[in-house]
């Protein structure tokens, strides 16, 4: 049996700003570009790898977009700093790097300003093994068979 080939990402840098102290700044982020698909529509969009996220969560306008009904799926309340989040989970192809797994994501209008979604513990982390290198930031993505 072939060895897959592991799949490496550098850490995003964006520039930050204190809101407090108004200083500029930059951070370095496990943020990979992900493919979301469902049915024959597809969207692109960036998932922050968030081993501390139970779940997968993404802005609730990608799952209109890609035609899921999106109170139609099953509620779950996510609590958090931010307060009480109602989301909904739809069964949703996810393509990284061309390997294609069908999970679940749970979306919410709620987190339609986000710039990326989060990819947890369920249904990511469950399909690969993955390695966060801060110190040389990079990503490193291993499929689990």
Same mark, same amino acid.
């Given at each position: 049996?072939? =060895?897959?080939? #592991?799949?490496?990402?550098?850490?995003?840098?964006?520039?930050?700003?204190?809101?407090? &102290? =108004?200083?500029?700044?930059?951070?370095?982020?496990?943020?990979?570009?992900?493919?979301?698909? $469902?049915?024959?529509?597809? +969207?692109?969009? /960036?998932? /922050?790898?968030? &081993?501390?996220?139970? !779940? +997968?969560?993404?802005?609730?306008?990608?799952?209109?977009? /890609?035609?899921?009904?999106?109170?139609?799926?099953? #509620?779950?309340?996510?609590?958090?700093?931010?307060?009480?989040?109602? &989301?909904?989970?739809?069964?949703?192809? /996810? !393509?990284?790097?061309?390997?294609?797994?069908?999970?679940?994501?749970?979306? &919410?209008? !709620?987190?339609?300003?986000?710039?990326?979604?989060?990819?947890?513990?369920?249904?990511?982390?469950?399909?690969?093994?993955?390695?966060?290198? $801060?110190?040389?930031?990079?990503?490193?993505?291993?499929?689990? +068979?």
């Amino acid at each position: 049996m072939l =060895k897959e080939k #592991a799949l490496k990402f550098p850490y995003v840098r964006e520039v930050i700003r204190d809101p407090i &102290s =108004k200083e500029v700044g930059e951070a370095f982020r496990p943020v990979i570009p992900v493919r979301l698909i $469902h049915q024959n529509k597809s +969207c692109r969009f /960036l998932g /922050l790898i968030d &081993s501390g996220a139970d !779940e +997968c969560t993404f802005p609730g306008v990608i799952a209109e977009f /890609l035609g899921h009904d999106l109170a139609k799926g099953k #509620a779950r309340i996510f609590t958090g700093i931010g307060g009480a989040v109602v &989301s909904y989970l739809h069964q949703t192809e /996810l !393509e990284i790097n061309g390997i294609r797994f069908r999970t679940n994501i749970y979306y &919410s209008n !709620e987190w339609n300003k986000m710039g990326f979604g989060l990819l947890g513990q369920a249904g990511f982390f469950t399909h690969f093994k993955v390695m966060l290198d $801060h110190q040389n930031k990079e990503i490193i993505l291993t499929r689990n +068979c």
